[in-house]
């Protein structure tokens, strides 16, 4: 029984590691999202701040995909669902 | 809490919901937690803010000075959001979504005064996704009657209804989400920051407050009404 709640705990502490590697994917998105906005920036800098507003809006919504993982790791690892 | 975060010798992290006290009702055990008490002080906070400009209001000058000034500011720039993403439908809408920006950025933010976010409670941030959804639909079905609503859901085929219902359903979901683990995100950032590291956390985490308090949050507060006006434009169509 006590060995059984143990390796069920690190088991899901490594789940919950496994889990933030979504962040991998929204970092991809948000970079891409900044590099066209620098350039859309160098190609019409009088539109920089519509540039900049869109740009954030959009970052925080690819975001999204990333938090759910990290949601996934925050329940494995404090409400253990599984233990 | 963690036994992996215990182990690792930071005993007062605390970011959790406490319980206050609990009473029966319906044979159903109900706690009062600390976020229903953050909501609270955010509400008082509020309607303090409310009280004070109806007063400035009241007495309104031509020329606006000191504390009225301040009111037309943040009157406009709300009304100014919303009219230049809604355009003519903006002037119904825009109570709604003054209310929940408002209600939002205070709850995001009040984490600096030392508060537990409210929004870092699903239960709050679920409510504000429930709020949205009934007001999209509402719409849907006053503008785009019943037949409407059934050819969008048969778009583009009648096979695809049951993927499109899901779709829908998704909305509030993926909303009320996206601002909770957000805010959660900041939360538990700080309480490890000031839990773990305690003993050279002085004054540089109000570098950390900045960012995840006051920058992330009011953009999620933005994104959150930029979202729900664009769903409800959406819904409305081009009636």
């Given amino acids: 029984m006590e060995f059984n709640q143990n390796f069920i705990l690190g088991c899901s502490a490594i789940g919950a590691g496994l889990a933030v590697i979504a962040g991998i994917g929204p970092g991809i998105g948000q970079g891409i999202a900044a590099g066209h906005a620098a350039a859309a920036v160098g190609r019409n800098p009088g539109a920089k701040s519509d540039i900049t507003s869109t740009m954030l809006l959009g970052q925080a919504v690819a975001e999204t995909t990333g938090l759910y993982g990290l949601l996934i790791a925050m329940l494995l690892l404090f409400v253990k669902p599984l233990v | ?239």
């Fill in chain 2, 1 to 239: 809490m963690g036994q992996g975060i215990l182990l690792s010798g930071g005993a007062d992290i605390d970011f959790m919901v406490h319980g206050i006290f609990s009473y029966e009702i319906f044979g159903q055990t109900v706690w009062i937690t600390t976020t229903h008490v953050c909501v609270l002080i955010v509400f008082l906070l509020i309607i303090g803010f409310c009280l004070a400009a109806n007063r400035a209001v009241k007495k309104a000058d031509d020329v606006p000075k000191g504390f009225q000034n301040v009111v037309e500011l943040i009157v406009e720039m709300l009304d100014g959001m919303v009219k230049s993403t809604m355009g003519k439908n903006a002037t119904k809408f825009a109570n709604y979504i003054g209310t929940i920006f408002i209600f939002i950025l205070i709850s995001n933010i009040s984490g600096l005064f030392g508060l537990r976010p409210p929004t870092a409670d699903y239960g709050v941030t679920l409510a504000l996704g429930v709020m949205t959804f009934s007001i999209i639909h509402f719409n849907k079905f006053k503008h785009q009657h019943i037949s409407g609503v059934i050819k969008g859901l048969c778009d583009p085929w009648p096979i695809w209804a049951p993927i499109n219902i899901i779709g829908d359903v998704a909305v509030p979901i993926s909303l009320s989400l996206r601002l909770f683990a957000n805010v959660l995100s900041g939360t538990v950032m700080m309480a490890l920051v000031y839990g773990l590291l305690s003993w050279i956390a002085t004054a540089w985490p109000a570098v950390l407050h900045v960012y995840f308090d006051l920058f992330s949050g009011a953009i999620q507060t933005y994104v959150f009404c930029m979202l729900t006006m664009t769903y409800v434009t959406d819904a409305i169509g081009e009636s």
